[in-house]
């Protein structure tokens, strides 16, 4: 990494050939340095960057020059950052509502592990996963602790946005930009950094519309989507492109994708899976329940076998339905 | 007495935002006050007081809110040390994404929210790129894909912000927020001679002194004009 000088004085060709993302960030700020191949990053700048230009673009050039030092620093901290794989979350107990103890000794979920939570509506269930997503540290209204891996949390998981632990999926979530789908895995997947751009488009592709009851072509606009689409595509993007090992699922609805597979998919790609739901096809694919009580974990129920049974029962009834909706979809008599 | 200026684009979350993190500080015994900033009227002050806090409101009128705001900042700072607050929040909406209310050392925060659209974060200027903490809201309603572009264009033109998540309905990500803001050892008892962080650009043209008439012979004082590009190239041409 160079300092302030070291950076005026390079030469702009070479600055955009060893940093390529540098171009992004002045162009964010638009900033085009076509024109000025064989001056250095300091002169360019302050030539583009005449009185007029700073006082239209809101800009003071030193802010600016210490901004793009500090870009590629976290640049290079985001692209030189081994993965960090998350294997094991570790919850250490806290304190209820009421200021009682929790009365577990500790609680470790593995990667591969599907974890649901459940409980009434106040009783804490978003404060727990607020808890994993901030790696309390005895400084959440909880006072609970979260250890990754066993160990004491780094605190990058707080401040990095590029590399945040939770990725959540919600019934609420919509897509909002206006973008064919490809472009849109694509944009995605720039701001991931990823190389093999084509390739992830097309496997994020096939797993969504394995996934979609009915499929759909890249070139279709995301928000003309159906539900059961938009949710097919965000679970694909977000288990393939999201960097975060753990994700945070507030109910999936039924809406024309298979749950289960969509699980599967969230798994093979080592993601953590902690699930908000009272939906019993759900909560049963589960591994584990975490029940919550005024605010703390009241116990831990392990998936029976008799409880299998019933999701054996509950899958039948749910492919019915899907065929149901099929039949109905196609225009065809139901049978 | 801590002073905070919290600003962003009109309907981003501010005030949820704000009532939010005060909620959090609750069981901390500080007490907290916000001072709201607007152009033509707010509903904010009768939230903040609908929920015991203490509040003062400003309206700018025909001024530029954020010319007003600065001009007033101090009687709020000392309206706040009178009313023994621990931590004053100004609240205020950039209108014109060029201005920005944030002082040097004083903590500034600026709220965006994901439904913007992600081309959004370059086009907001100083009010973006000189914040401290940039909170975006509304992640509750798009894909995890789009919170993450989104965030990764606020950090490429705000590269040394501390980039955080809340949610201003339920408030998740507040109570995180709560504790990057008070500070026990900062104390500002007075703004006289404390500097913003980037100048405000003047305005002062006919139609800022109430002219109405169209017409170039009606323009004076800081006008600038368009650059309708066929004309400029014909210009070039020319030359
Ligand atoms: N869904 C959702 N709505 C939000 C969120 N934050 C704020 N809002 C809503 O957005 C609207 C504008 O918020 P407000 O705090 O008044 O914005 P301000 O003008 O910046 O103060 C209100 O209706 C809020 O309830 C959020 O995180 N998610
Ligand atoms: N152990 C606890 N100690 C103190 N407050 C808590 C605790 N657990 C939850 N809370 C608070 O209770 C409120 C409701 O919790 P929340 O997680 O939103 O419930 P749910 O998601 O189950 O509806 C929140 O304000 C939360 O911060
Ligand atoms: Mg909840
Ligand atoms: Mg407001």
New binding site residues.
Partial sequence: MFSINELKSQKTTQLLETYPFVEDFLSNNNISLKGYENRTVGESLNDILDEETKEDLGIDTEILIQQLQKHIENMLAFLGAAETKVETLTILPGTDKSGNPEKFKELVISKNEIICIVGPTGSGKSRLLADIEWVANRDTPTHRKILINGKDADKKWRFASSEKLVAQLSQNMNFVMDLPVNEFIQLHAESRMVTNITETVDHIMDVANDLAGEKFQPDTAITSLSGGQSRALMIADTAILSKSPVVLIDEIENAGIDRKKALDILLSENKLVLMSTHDPTLALMGQKRIVIKNGGIHKVITTTEQEKNILGELETLDKRYHTLRTQLRQGDILL | MNFITVS?P????????IVKTIDAFKDRQLSVGVAKFDCLSTE?DKIYEKIGIPVQKGLSGTLCPDHYFISNVEEIVQWGIKSNLDILIS?S?GLCNRCSPYIKDILAIC?V?NLSGINTPKKIGPMLKMADIVVI?????VSQAEREVFASRVQAVNPSATVMH????TGQGAFELSTLLYDEKQNHDTLINKELRFPMPAALCSYCLGETRIGESYQMGNVKKIKIKELEEKKKCSL
Avoid: R, W
């Fill in positions: 962003g009109p309907s981003s979350g501010k005030t949820a935002v904010d609240e909406a709220v929210d809201t509304k992640g509750d309603i809340i949610n201003g309905l």
